[in-house]
Protein backbone atom coordinates (compact mmCIF):
# COMPACT_ATOMS: atom_id res chain seq x y z
CA UNK A 1 0.00 0.00 0.00
CA UNK A 2 2.69 2.14 1.06
CA UNK A 3 4.46 1.98 -2.39
CA UNK A 4 1.70 2.33 -4.26
CA UNK A 5 0.83 5.93 -2.58
CA UNK A 6 4.73 6.57 -3.18
CA UNK A 7 4.07 5.58 -6.90
CA UNK A 8 0.63 8.19 -7.06
CA UNK A 9 3.62 10.80 -6.17
CA UNK A 10 5.51 12.62 -9.56
CA UNK A 11 8.39 14.63 -8.81
CA UNK A 12 9.95 17.19 -11.10
CA UNK A 13 13.09 19.61 -10.88
CA UNK A 14 13.06 23.14 -12.34
CA UNK A 15 15.63 25.57 -12.84
CA UNK A 16 14.86 29.02 -11.84
CA UNK A 17 11.44 28.89 -11.65
CA UNK A 18 9.48 32.31 -11.49
CA UNK A 19 9.58 33.66 -7.90
CA UNK A 20 6.20 34.87 -7.96
CA UNK A 21 4.78 31.15 -8.63
CA UNK A 22 7.16 29.52 -6.43
CA UNK A 23 5.98 32.56 -3.48
CA UNK A 24 2.81 31.45 -4.11
CA UNK A 25 2.96 27.43 -4.09
CA UNK A 26 5.12 27.72 -1.29
CA UNK A 27 2.00 29.72 1.20
CA UNK A 28 -0.37 27.58 -0.51
CA UNK A 29 1.24 24.92 0.38
CA UNK A 30 2.06 26.04 3.78
CA UNK A 31 -1.71 25.91 4.70
CA UNK A 32 -1.73 22.39 4.49
CA UNK A 33 1.51 21.58 5.65
CA UNK A 34 2.97 21.77 9.79
CA UNK A 35 6.29 23.40 8.61
CA UNK A 36 8.23 24.62 11.88
CA UNK A 37 8.98 28.11 11.74
CA UNK A 38 12.52 28.29 8.86
CA UNK A 39 10.17 26.24 6.30
CA UNK A 40 7.64 29.28 6.28
CA UNK A 41 7.85 31.98 3.66
CA UNK A 42 9.05 34.51 5.71
CA UNK A 43 12.08 32.85 6.38
CA UNK A 44 12.38 30.98 3.07
CA UNK A 45 11.54 34.05 0.80
CA UNK A 46 13.58 36.40 2.99
CA UNK A 47 16.79 33.74 2.35
CA UNK A 48 15.89 33.93 -1.04
CA UNK A 49 15.82 37.55 -1.68
CA UNK A 50 19.16 38.01 0.49
CA UNK A 51 21.29 35.52 -0.61
CA UNK A 52 19.96 33.50 -3.94
CA UNK A 53 20.40 33.70 -7.60
CA UNK A 54 20.66 30.98 -9.08
CA UNK A 55 18.31 27.95 -7.36
CA UNK A 56 16.37 24.78 -8.29
CA UNK A 57 13.00 24.00 -7.15
CA UNK A 58 11.57 20.55 -6.63
CA UNK A 59 7.95 19.79 -6.53
CA UNK A 60 5.99 16.82 -5.62
CA UNK A 61 2.99 16.01 -6.78
CA UNK A 62 -0.26 14.08 -6.75
CA UNK A 63 -2.60 14.69 -9.46
CA UNK A 64 -2.52 18.54 -9.67
CA UNK A 65 -2.31 19.09 -6.25
CA UNK A 66 1.41 20.33 -5.18
CA UNK A 67 2.51 18.00 -1.79
CA UNK A 68 5.79 18.79 -1.41
CA UNK A 69 7.71 21.38 -2.04
CA UNK A 70 12.30 22.14 -1.76
CA UNK A 71 14.87 24.47 -3.16
CA UNK A 72 18.27 23.73 -3.75
CA UNK A 73 21.53 25.69 -4.24
CA UNK A 74 24.35 24.28 -6.35
CA UNK A 75 27.87 24.84 -5.37
CA UNK A 76 30.52 23.90 -7.85
CA UNK A 77 34.20 22.97 -7.33
CA UNK A 78 36.94 22.97 -9.70
CA UNK A 79 40.73 22.64 -10.18
CA UNK A 80 42.72 24.41 -12.87
CA UNK A 81 39.29 24.28 -14.76
CA UNK A 82 38.50 21.14 -13.86
CA UNK A 83 35.00 20.44 -12.89
CA UNK A 84 35.19 18.32 -9.76
CA UNK A 85 32.80 17.44 -7.18
CA UNK A 86 29.23 19.77 -7.29
CA UNK A 87 27.19 19.93 -3.85
CA UNK A 88 23.32 20.28 -3.96
CA UNK A 89 22.34 22.29 -0.59
CA UNK A 90 19.21 22.20 0.50
CA UNK A 91 17.60 25.70 2.13
CA UNK A 92 20.92 27.02 2.48
CA UNK A 93 23.68 28.19 -0.04
CA UNK A 94 26.76 26.72 1.21
CA UNK A 95 28.80 29.76 1.54
CA UNK A 96 29.60 30.29 5.43
CA UNK A 97 29.29 34.24 5.09
CA UNK A 98 25.64 33.70 4.12
CA UNK A 99 24.47 30.31 6.15
CA UNK A 100 25.29 32.10 9.35
CA UNK A 101 21.77 32.68 9.52
CA UNK A 102 21.33 29.22 10.33
CA UNK A 103 18.45 27.36 9.65
CA UNK A 104 17.68 24.56 12.01
CA UNK A 105 14.91 21.24 11.34
CA UNK A 106 15.23 21.53 8.12
CA UNK A 107 13.36 19.91 5.47
CA UNK A 108 11.26 19.31 2.06
CA UNK A 109 7.92 21.54 2.89
CA UNK A 110 5.49 18.59 2.78
CA UNK A 111 1.60 18.19 2.62
CA UNK A 112 0.80 17.05 6.24
CA UNK A 113 -0.32 13.79 7.02
CA UNK A 114 1.79 11.96 4.32
CA UNK A 115 4.61 13.12 5.08
CA UNK A 116 7.23 10.44 5.05
CA UNK A 117 6.09 9.21 1.40
CA UNK A 118 6.37 12.55 -0.28
CA UNK A 119 10.04 13.18 1.29
CA UNK A 120 11.06 9.63 0.10
CA UNK A 121 9.59 10.36 -3.53
CA UNK A 122 11.45 13.50 -3.64
CA UNK A 123 14.85 11.49 -2.39
CA UNK A 124 14.54 9.40 -4.96
CA UNK A 125 13.81 12.04 -7.22
CA UNK A 126 17.59 13.83 -6.47
CA UNK A 127 19.31 10.76 -6.19
CA UNK A 128 17.77 10.21 -9.88
CA UNK A 129 18.96 13.78 -10.99
CA UNK A 130 22.02 14.25 -9.15
CA UNK A 131 25.25 13.05 -10.90
CA UNK A 132 27.34 10.19 -9.12
CA UNK A 133 30.55 12.34 -8.44
CA UNK A 134 28.14 15.06 -6.70
CA UNK A 135 26.83 15.24 -3.16
CA UNK A 136 23.55 16.60 -1.52
CA UNK A 137 24.08 18.75 1.49
CA UNK A 138 21.11 18.96 4.37
CA UNK A 139 20.60 20.14 7.36
CA UNK A 140 20.37 21.16 10.56
CA UNK A 141 18.00 18.49 10.38
CA UNK A 142 16.47 15.76 12.75
CA UNK A 143 19.57 13.28 13.08
CA UNK A 144 17.38 10.65 10.76
CA UNK A 145 15.72 12.36 9.35
CA UNK A 146 16.98 11.84 5.66
CA UNK A 147 18.04 8.00 6.31
CA UNK A 148 15.58 7.46 3.10
CA UNK A 149 18.94 8.45 1.24
CA UNK A 150 21.63 5.69 2.89
CA UNK A 151 18.65 3.27 2.33
CA UNK A 152 19.13 3.87 -1.48
CA UNK A 153 22.42 3.35 -1.04
CA UNK A 154 23.87 6.72 -0.92
CA UNK A 155 26.96 7.12 1.93
CA UNK A 156 26.36 9.54 4.88
CA UNK A 157 28.70 11.84 5.91
CA UNK A 158 28.15 13.65 9.00
CA UNK A 159 29.49 17.38 8.78
CA UNK A 160 27.99 18.93 12.02
CA UNK A 161 25.85 17.36 14.91
CA UNK A 162 24.63 18.40 18.22
CA UNK A 163 21.53 18.56 20.72
CA UNK A 164 18.13 20.52 20.77
CA UNK A 165 16.75 21.21 23.59
CA UNK A 166 12.80 22.41 24.19
CA UNK A 167 10.67 23.19 27.03
CA UNK A 168 6.79 21.18 26.67
CA UNK A 169 5.00 23.63 28.62
CA UNK A 170 1.37 21.94 27.59
CA UNK A 171 2.94 19.03 29.73
CA UNK A 172 3.96 21.44 32.54
CA UNK A 173 -0.02 22.63 32.62
CA UNK A 174 -1.59 19.12 32.17
CA UNK A 175 0.53 18.38 35.65
CA UNK A 176 -0.35 21.93 37.07
CA UNK A 177 3.67 22.23 37.50
CA UNK A 178 4.48 25.85 37.42
CA UNK A 179 8.36 27.18 36.35
CA UNK A 180 9.75 26.96 39.96
CA UNK A 181 8.03 23.93 40.72
CA UNK A 182 9.94 22.17 37.43
CA UNK A 183 13.37 23.58 38.01
CA UNK A 184 16.00 21.97 40.57
CA UNK A 185 16.43 22.86 43.43
CA UNK A 186 19.92 24.70 42.71
CA UNK A 187 18.79 26.30 39.67
CA UNK A 188 15.80 28.24 41.22
CA UNK A 189 18.16 29.33 44.26
CA UNK A 190 20.30 30.76 41.69
CA UNK A 191 17.54 32.46 39.83
CA UNK A 192 15.77 33.66 42.85
CA UNK A 193 18.82 35.32 44.12
CA UNK A 194 19.87 36.74 40.95
CA UNK A 195 16.82 38.49 40.35
CA UNK A 196 17.10 39.50 44.03
CA UNK A 197 20.28 41.20 43.15
CA UNK A 198 19.27 42.78 39.60
CA UNK A 199 15.92 44.15 41.91
CA UNK A 200 18.25 46.26 44.12
CA UNK A 201 19.74 48.09 40.81
CA UNK A 202 16.01 48.61 39.96
CA UNK A 203 12.70 47.21 38.56
CA UNK A 204 13.19 44.23 36.55
CA UNK A 205 10.71 44.79 33.01
CA UNK A 206 10.54 43.60 30.17
CA UNK A 207 9.78 45.42 27.09
CA UNK A 208 8.70 43.71 23.89
CA UNK A 209 9.23 45.57 20.36
CA UNK A 210 5.96 46.57 18.89
CA UNK A 211 7.51 48.03 16.01
CA UNK A 212 9.77 47.79 13.10
CA UNK A 213 12.21 50.84 13.98
CA UNK A 214 11.93 49.09 17.99
CA UNK A 215 12.96 46.21 17.31
CA UNK A 216 15.86 47.36 14.69
CA UNK A 217 16.65 49.81 17.79
CA UNK A 218 16.69 46.60 20.17
CA UNK A 219 19.22 44.68 17.37
CA UNK A 220 21.36 47.96 18.03
CA UNK A 221 21.35 47.63 21.21
CA UNK A 222 22.39 43.99 21.31
CA UNK A 223 25.28 44.45 18.97
CA UNK A 224 27.91 45.07 21.13
CA UNK A 225 27.29 43.11 23.64
CA UNK A 226 26.90 39.89 20.94
CA UNK A 227 30.57 40.98 19.88
CA UNK A 228 31.98 41.34 23.24
CA UNK A 229 30.92 38.10 24.39
CA UNK A 230 31.80 35.90 20.44
CA UNK A 231 35.19 37.45 20.07
CA UNK A 232 36.32 33.26 18.76
CA UNK A 233 38.04 33.08 15.26
CA UNK A 234 36.40 29.90 14.78
CA UNK A 235 32.60 31.02 16.20
CA UNK A 236 32.61 34.73 15.92
CA UNK A 237 29.43 37.11 16.16
CA UNK A 238 26.88 37.06 13.73
CA UNK A 239 26.95 40.71 13.92
CA UNK A 240 30.41 40.86 12.99
CA UNK A 241 28.62 39.42 9.29
CA UNK A 242 27.06 42.38 7.50
CA UNK A 243 24.81 39.59 5.02
CA UNK A 244 23.78 38.14 8.86
CA UNK A 245 23.02 41.76 9.75
CA UNK A 246 21.05 43.08 6.48
CA UNK A 247 19.09 39.83 6.66
CA UNK A 248 18.02 39.91 10.08
CA UNK A 249 17.12 43.41 9.15
CA UNK A 250 15.08 42.42 6.30
CA UNK A 251 13.05 39.91 8.51
CA UNK A 252 12.57 41.84 11.15
CA UNK A 253 10.72 44.38 8.61
CA UNK A 254 8.45 41.74 7.50
CA UNK A 255 7.33 39.76 10.89
CA UNK A 256 7.89 42.07 13.43
CA UNK A 257 3.98 43.83 12.99
CA UNK A 258 2.78 39.53 12.38
CA UNK A 259 3.86 38.94 15.71
CA UNK A 260 6.38 36.04 14.21
CA UNK A 261 9.48 37.76 14.94
CA UNK A 262 10.16 38.52 18.88
CA UNK A 263 12.85 41.00 20.03
CA UNK A 264 12.70 41.40 24.20
CA UNK A 265 14.93 44.42 25.89
CA UNK A 266 14.89 43.04 29.32
CA UNK A 267 16.23 45.66 31.98
CA UNK A 268 17.15 46.67 35.76
CA UNK A 269 15.93 50.17 35.82
CA UNK A 270 17.97 51.43 33.35
CA UNK A 271 20.25 49.07 33.10
CA UNK A 272 20.68 45.99 30.11
CA UNK A 273 20.69 42.28 31.48
CA UNK A 274 20.02 41.36 27.82
CA UNK A 275 18.33 41.60 24.43
CA UNK A 276 16.11 38.41 23.40
CA UNK A 277 15.55 37.27 19.84
CA UNK A 278 13.09 34.73 19.06
CA UNK A 279 10.85 33.54 16.60
CA UNK A 280 6.99 32.66 17.46
CA UNK A 281 4.87 30.31 14.97
CA UNK A 282 1.99 28.22 15.25
CA UNK A 283 2.28 28.90 19.44
CA UNK A 284 5.65 27.75 19.85
CA UNK A 285 8.37 29.85 20.48
CA UNK A 286 11.56 29.72 19.33
CA UNK A 287 14.77 30.74 20.87
CA UNK A 288 17.13 32.57 18.28
CA UNK A 289 19.84 34.92 19.59
CA UNK A 290 20.58 36.40 22.76
CA UNK A 291 23.08 39.72 23.69
CA UNK A 292 24.16 39.27 27.17
CA UNK A 293 25.38 42.00 29.74
CA UNK A 294 28.50 40.67 31.24
CA UNK A 295 28.90 43.67 33.25
CA UNK A 296 28.74 42.05 37.21
CA UNK A 297 31.81 40.51 38.26
CA UNK A 298 29.66 38.35 40.96
CA UNK A 299 28.74 35.21 39.70
CA UNK A 300 25.73 36.00 41.91
CA UNK A 301 24.32 38.09 38.57
CA UNK A 302 23.12 34.52 36.31
CA UNK A 303 21.52 37.36 32.97
CA UNK A 304 21.06 34.94 30.94
CA UNK A 305 19.38 32.35 32.93
CA UNK A 306 16.99 35.32 35.07
CA UNK A 307 16.16 36.17 31.11
CA UNK A 308 14.69 33.11 29.70
CA UNK A 309 12.90 32.77 33.49
CA UNK A 310 10.96 35.73 32.67
CA UNK A 311 9.82 34.57 28.90
CA UNK A 312 9.44 31.16 29.46
CA UNK A 313 7.29 32.05 32.72
CA UNK A 314 5.50 34.57 29.91
CA UNK A 315 4.97 31.74 27.25
CA UNK A 316 3.31 29.39 29.75
CA UNK A 317 0.79 32.06 30.89
CA UNK A 318 0.17 33.16 27.41
CA UNK A 319 -0.80 29.27 26.89
CA UNK A 320 2.64 29.03 24.59
CA UNK A 321 2.77 25.15 23.42
CA UNK A 322 6.85 24.86 23.78
CA UNK A 323 9.71 26.74 24.20
CA UNK A 324 12.39 25.44 21.85
CA UNK A 325 16.10 26.68 22.76
CA UNK A 326 16.71 24.63 19.04
CA UNK A 327 20.68 23.31 18.92
CA UNK A 328 23.62 23.92 20.73
CA UNK A 329 24.59 22.48 24.05
CA UNK A 330 24.56 24.54 27.05
CA UNK A 331 24.04 23.65 30.71
CA UNK A 332 21.33 26.52 30.56
CA UNK A 333 19.46 24.52 27.88
CA UNK A 334 19.51 21.35 30.39
CA UNK A 335 18.00 23.27 33.40
CA UNK A 336 15.07 24.81 31.30
CA UNK A 337 14.13 21.74 28.69
CA UNK A 338 12.12 17.95 29.27
CA UNK A 339 12.61 17.41 25.63
CA UNK A 340 16.18 16.82 24.35
CA UNK A 341 16.96 15.40 20.34
CA UNK A 342 19.68 15.39 17.96
CA UNK A 343 20.42 17.57 14.78
CA UNK A 344 22.82 17.26 12.16
CA UNK A 345 24.03 18.60 8.97
CA UNK A 346 24.69 15.56 6.94
CA UNK A 347 26.18 15.31 3.41
CA UNK A 348 24.98 12.27 1.14
CA UNK A 349 26.90 10.78 -1.80
CA UNK A 350 27.31 7.59 -4.02
CA UNK A 351 29.66 5.65 -3.03
CA UNK A 352 33.40 5.86 -4.40
CA UNK A 353 36.84 5.18 -4.91
CA UNK A 354 37.55 9.13 -4.67
CA UNK A 355 34.99 9.36 -1.83
CA UNK A 356 37.21 6.72 0.18
CA UNK A 357 40.30 8.52 -0.60
CA UNK A 358 38.54 12.26 0.48
CA UNK A 359 37.80 10.06 3.65
CA UNK A 360 41.04 8.70 4.50
CA UNK A 361 42.52 12.73 3.77
CA UNK A 362 39.98 14.02 5.53
CA UNK A 363 40.83 11.77 9.00
CA UNK A 364 44.81 12.13 8.38
CA UNK A 365 44.06 16.07 8.29
CA UNK A 366 42.18 16.02 11.50
CA UNK A 367 44.56 13.69 13.43
CA UNK A 368 46.94 16.24 12.07
CA UNK A 369 45.26 19.46 13.66
CA UNK A 370 44.92 16.80 16.63
CA UNK A 371 41.23 17.62 17.44
CA UNK A 372 41.42 21.09 17.17
CA UNK A 373 38.48 22.40 18.51
CA UNK A 374 35.95 23.42 16.29
CA UNK A 375 34.06 26.09 16.75
CA UNK A 376 30.02 26.12 16.03
CA UNK A 377 28.93 25.67 12.68
CA UNK A 378 26.19 28.24 12.73
CA UNK A 379 25.43 31.91 14.29
CA UNK A 380 26.48 31.84 18.19
CA UNK A 381 23.57 32.39 20.15
CA UNK A 382 24.89 33.43 23.41
CA UNK A 383 24.92 31.94 26.71
CA UNK A 384 24.23 32.12 30.43
Known sequence: MESRKRNDIQCEIYENPCK??????????????????????????????????????????????????????????????????????LHRTGIPEYDQIWIEYNDFLLDAGDESDIRQAMTECLIYRVKKR????????????????????LVKRTVWETNNYALDLNALREDNISIPQFLSRNSRYQITRSIRKYS???????????????AKQMLHIAKPLHLARWTDEHAPSGFSNRSFVAFHELLIE?????????????????????????????????????????????????????????????ALEEGVASYDFMGGKARYKETFSNIKGELSVNQY?????????????????????????????GVNRGEV
Open 20 to 89: SWLKNAWMDLEQRARPGFFLTWLWIGTWLDCFVGHYSVIEARRGKKTVGLGILVKQSNSFLFIPLKSKFH
Open 134 to 153: DAIVIGASENDKFDGFKKLG
Open 200 to 214: EIGQITLEKATSTEQ
Open 254 to 314: RGIEGGVVELYHIKAGAETISVVYNFKHDNHVYFYLCAINYAHESTQYKPGLVSHYLLINK
Open 349 to 377: EHPSSLLMLEHVFRNTKLWLKNKRRSGFY
